[in-house]
């Protein structure tokens, strides 16, 4: 694959499991603390000729502000 002709096709993020610990308190207290992961992935492809858009002379580029 070329780095260069890659394009973002899917990305997929969700919820994972808990990273639970300890948090003291005072008084002798404890409770949990929980720390959320989640999960991220990201599929690329490389580009083909019907992903390129036409050219844009429909829409030429605005002129320059004086």
Known sequence: MDPD???IDEVKIG?????KRIEY???GKTGVRKRPYVY???YVREVQKSD?????????????PC
């Open 25 to 27: 308190k005072g008084r």
């Open 5 to 7: 002709k890659l394009l």
């Open 40 to 42: 991220c992935a990201v």
């Open 52 to 64: 390129v858009r036409p050219s844009q002379q429909r829409y030429p580029p605005h002129p320059a």
């Open 15 to 19: 919820r994972a499991g808990y990273l």
